[in-house]
């Protein structure tokens, strides 16, 4: 395990224990290595997931889209679409309004893998994570997580801040 990735195992200290910050990043280490052994039997990473599921969801993108919106460097997205275009997955075409730059789709072989192995792949890793809690639970786990995401008060001073 990486020291960017410490491993998810053991308990934490108990001056940690409650650290929101700290349990959030153990529960997305441990969901990535998760979802690293979902993929890897077809020779591929989470990364790799991430771009095809995009591409699947928003159509052909420029590496540099994929990698703004994704939160991956340029140099490893340049690395994971070279990657996936080897293996058949993607393919680049010249992007019809900037004739400069690329797009990156799907091929039917990328969209089949996806939706018919690496999907299903992705809910069992999904459920695996998700294991310790009951349906209702992840139903206000995900509603939890979706008001951080989505329902963001606009930036200010803290609460209680004069």
Known sequence: MSADHPSTDG???DFLAG???LLLSKADDLFNEILESAVEPF???SKDFIVLTA???MGPQSQQQLARTHGIDRTTMVSVVDGLERLGLVQRARNPDDR???AIGLTTEGQSLLRHK???AMLNALDT???PFSEDEREQFNAFLRRLVHERA???PPAGAS
Do not use: H
């Open 11 to 13: 308990p934490l200290p």
């Open 19 to 21: 650290s929101t910050s």
């Open 43 to 45: 020779g591929l990473r």
């Open 55 to 57: 591409i699947d969801a």
């Open 100 to 102: 400069r730059k690329y």
């Open 118 to 120: 690496l999907g299903p």
């Open 129 to 131: 994570f998700l294991s």
């Open 154 to 156: 606009p930036a200010g």
